[in-house]
Nanobody, 129 residues
């Protein structure tokens, strides 16, 4: 059974940084699309960043326009961990952050949460001004 567990959320002032981790059990990263989504209070879940493997130890990473240049998604395959490094945080980044996974490569469809099969329980990120 696949399980995803997020950690690393918390409260930070604007301009600060946080590092989110998503540990996977019963799961193999190879060939899967992994992503981070977030859901601000009272709003719909939205894609933040996604990653999937290319060939020859390369990978493709994609970002929502709102986080480009500030957030970085990466994988530590040895530890079965997905990471989201968040820098220059803004109050509008406040949300519950979720890790998600699905077999295969979604391409531009990665922004659609209904495409993902597995979800973590979420970790709260709060950014104060």
């Amino acid at each position: 059974q696949v399980q995803l567990v997020e950690s690393g959320g918390g409260s930070v002032q604007a301009g600060g940084s946080l590092r989110l981790s998503c540990g996977a059990s019963g799961y193999i990263y190879t060939g899967h699309t992994m992503a981070w989504f977030r859901q601000p209070p009272g709003k719909e879940r939205e894609g933040v960043a996604a990653i999937w493997p290319g060939g020859y130890s390369t990978h493709y990473a994609y970002y929502a326009d709102s986080v480009k240049g500030r957030f970085t998604i990466s994988q530590d395959n040895a530890k079965n961990t997905l990471i989201l490094q968040m820098n220059s945080l803004k109050p509008e980044d406040t949300a519950m952050y979720y890790c998600a996974a699905v077999p295969g490569r979604l391409g531009s469809l990665w922004v659609e949460p209904q495409r993902f099969s597995y979800w973590g329980q979420g970790t709260q990120v709060t950014v104060s001004s």
